[in-house]
């Protein structure tokens, strides 16, 4: 049987930058992961799946020693973000109002991926198994044993899953969810625009669900439409010029020509762990808590999680049960309410925005012109979402 300090279960985005972290202490990690290497290739087209980058992930990618190397590929810094509903005025933040350069970035996810994967390969404490998969395992106090579907046996003092959302390893550790389907679906289309340069980001909330647009390096955007399941088919059915016609007769902000590129449709689940440990299982990330993407916040909460358990295992011997348990206490503690506000006040806004009760658009438009008039405060809001 091998034996490893760290085992973690998933290397993207956040199993990657905890590797990089964890193996920073010290310890000894082996990741586990079932897909090829992530690959960036400056000629390939555009990744969907894009995110937005706050400050403090910035700072925690930093750490992980890979943002320069992000920062080569292609990013876009966004220095004002505006929200409005329907025909309404808009909320706007800009970062010149709090002395800040940005608000933060937009950046494709592969681009997060290849820079951690890259770093991942040249780490003298991490051992990466691709393609593979956990078969089973079974989870102690001292450690997990772990049965590869290569046939392969491992013991590792610590297992962390940070496999997504479907995580097996929660599964497989008997941990619970509580969890709700929006009845809703996000399309996400990539577009070259004939603009320069945007550093803009906005979000117009719409009675059917919210639409937003996030500038991308160069001429290239990302919108992100929210829907009921059966119009996203619908529109995923249309031709690249079909969906261009229903874009512009839709999104009414967008006042400039654009040619689609690409588009997919994923599923808005909202999902949270009722543990965030059992033994020596711990959750990171989406394996631990999926929250809606409206204010892109999912991967950051992640960057929290991997943050946090940093700072618990920095002085913990993960041979003594006690210690271990008390930090995945003390992680749990730290992390899980954080998330649990930040997954409700996604849904508060999410519901307000598409209620149609009587009178509703009226209060909905008073609390805009108050937030945008509420000085202090809104840049207190601003820069919690930056993380500073
Ligand atoms: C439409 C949409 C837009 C979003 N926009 C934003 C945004 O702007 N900003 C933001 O912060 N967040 C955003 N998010 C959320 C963000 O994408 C997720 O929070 C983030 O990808 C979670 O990272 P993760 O590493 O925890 O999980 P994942 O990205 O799901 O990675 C899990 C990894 O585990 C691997 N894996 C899975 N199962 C196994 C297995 N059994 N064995 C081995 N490996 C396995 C997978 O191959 C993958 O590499 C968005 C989400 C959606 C759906």
């Known amino acids: 049987m091998k034996t490893t300090q760290v085992m973690i279960n998933g290397g993207g985005m956040v199993g990657a930058s905890a590797a990089l972290l964890l193996a920073d202490l010290g310890l000894q990690v082996t990741v586990v992961e079932a897909a090829d290497a992530p690959h960036f290739d400056p000629n390939d087209p555009l990744d969907l799946r894009v995110s937005a980058i706050s400050v403090a992930s910035q700072t925690l990618l930093a750490k992980a020693g890979v943002w320069e190397a992000i920062a080569a590929m292609r990013i876009c810094p966004y220095r004002r973000l505006a929200t409005r509903q329907q025909g309404g005025q808009a909320l706007t933040f800009n970062a010149a109002d709090i002395d800040q350069p940005l608000l933060g970035y937009i950046i494709e996810n592969k681009v997060i991926q290849t820079a951690l994967w890259q770093a991942m390969l040249a780490h003298p404490h991490i051992e990466m198994l691709n ?7 079974d989870n102690q106090p001292e450690g997990v044993e772990v049965k590869l579907s290569s046939g392969d046996t491992w013991f590792a003092q610590l297992l ?4 997504g959302a479907k995580s097996f390893c929660r599964q497989h550790a008997g941990i619970g969810t509580t969890a709700w389907d929006y009845r809703q679906h996000c399309m996400l289309i990539n577009i070259k625009t004939d603009q320069a340069q945007q550093d803009i980001t906005w979000q117009e909330f719409v009675t059917t669900g919210p639409r937003a647009f996030l500038p991308l390096a160069g001429p290239y955007a990302s919108l992100a439409w929210y829907h009921q399941v059966a119009d996203i088919r619908r529109l995923s059915s249309l031709s690249n010029t079909e969906l261009k016609q229903a874009i512009k007769a839709e999104f009414a902000h967008l006042d400039f020509d654009f040619e689609v590129l690409q588009a997919g449709a994923f599923p808005l689940t909202r999902q949270h762990a009722q543990s965030y440990y059992k033994h020596s299982v711990v959750l990171l990330g989406d394996a631990a808590h999926t929250i809606n993407p409206l204010a892109g916040q999912g991967v950051n909460l992640g960057f929290k999680d991997v943050q946090a358990l940093a700072v618990q ?17 003390d992680y749990q503690q730290q992390r899980r309410g954080d998330n649990l506000l ?5 849904d508060v ?4 925005f598409s209620s149609q009760l009587p009178g509703m658009q009226g209060l909905r438009e008073i609390g805009l012109t108050l937030a945008q008039n509420s ?3 809104k840049n207190k809001v601003m820069k919690y979402a930056m993380g500073l």
């Open 313 to 329: 295992l920095e002085f913990n011997a993960l041979t003594q049960v006690d210690q271990k348990q008390q930090a995945l206490r």
């Open 349 to 352: 806004f999410y519901k307000s």
């Open 160 to 163: 962390v899953a940070a496999d």
């Open 342 to 346: 930040m997954q409700s006040a996604m």
């Open 375 to 377: 000085g202090a405060l």
């Open 131 to 137: 393609p593979a998969q956990i078969a089973s395992f």
